[in-house]
């Protein structure tokens, strides 16, 4: 694909994202509205979830009619360009429905099978409107945030690691994630739960955290900031050579990969299957 084509798709792919970040935050300062429950009490959607999936995914529709769609409110469209985009309408949904200011809006759009593991990324945008914040990126142009280039350090080590996670929806898993926490917290600098996983992801392209793990994210959840992620530089990979995906998700400063992986696994974090949730 040509620069001039990828460079298209990004500018669409900002306009969606920054268009469904200010109509988020518009009915988040109406009100929240829970619309309903998923996985368990804790997995919770709202009206806004559902609306502005809707609104994205109608724009793209629009003006790229053969692309595919994947979100997480509504139904998967095929592609008939190779293409698909990848939509989270609002990545942190318990922080939006709380008041607190990590939440943001994902696009990406993906070339091949909608798979983490295998697709390549051609543009991602990340935007948190609390915070005034609008990540993105695209293949081979870089990464910014509010029009900042970004790059991971290089200087970093295990014990100066600065490590963020998040946890699943069901207690089970979320205890397994509990110990594996407790056992990394006596080699890295400490660990950080801010509820967003596209932010997340994102803060490693900007050196607010070394690495990002977890388990049991969907591909509209890492699609975005992924993008940003590696054209900041950063490692992306799944464990034991598999590539990223709902099985298990890492993205760090490359210095620390080898031994973070080595780390993880020792404190076991094994990958789960995606069928456990």
């Not at 190779?82 to 070339?111: M, Q």
């Not at 798979?115 to 910014?144: C, H, K, M, Q, S």
């Not at 006596?186 to 803060?203: M, Q």
């Not at 890492?250 to 974090?269: D, F, H, R, S």
Request: hydrophobic share 45%; with cysteine.
């Amino acid at each position: 694909m040509t620069t001039a084509a990828v460079t298209e798709l990004h500018h669409l792919a900002l306009t969606v994202a920054e268009e469904g970040a200010r109509m988020a935050k518009e009915m988040r300062d109406a009100g929240v509205a829970i619309a309903d429950r998923k996985s368990s009490v804790a997995d919770i959607v709202t009206e806004a979830d559902r609306a502005v999936e809707t609104a994205i995914r109608d724009a793209i529709a629009r003006a790229r009619p053969q692309d595919g769609f994947l979100g997480e409110e509504t139904d998967r469209a095929g592609s008939a360009s190779g293409l698909t985009w990848v939509v989270d309408p609002i990545d942190g949904t318990v922080n939006y429905a709380y008041g607190i200011p990590s939440w943001a809006v994902s696009v990406a759009v993906v070339e091949g099978d909608p798979d983490p593991a295998t697709w390549t990324g051609l543009a991602g945008i990340v935007v948190n409107p609390a915070a005034g914040e609008t990540w993105e990126a695209f293949r081979g142009g870089g990464a910014r945030l509010n029009g900042r280039p970004l790059h991971v350090s290089r200087d970093v080590d295990l014990p100066r690691t600065l490590v963020g996670t998040g946890f699943g929806y069901l207690p089970e898993r979320r205890m397994a994630q509990a110990r594996v926490v407790t056992r990394l917290l006596g080699t890295v600098r400490d660990i950080r739960r801010a509820g967003a996983a596209s932010l997340d992801i994102c803060s490693v392209a900007a050196e607010r955290l070394d690495a990002y793990y977890e388990v049991g994210l969907h591909p509209w959840d890492l699609g975005g900031g992924t993008v940003v992620a590696l054209e900041a530089g950063a490692h992306v990979s799944g464990l034991r050579g598999a590539g990223p995906g709902e099985s298990f998700y890492l993205a760090c400063n490359p210095v620390i990969a080898g031994p973070l992986e080595e780390l993880l696994i020792a404190a076991g974090a094994e990958p789960l299957a995606p069928a456990t949730e």
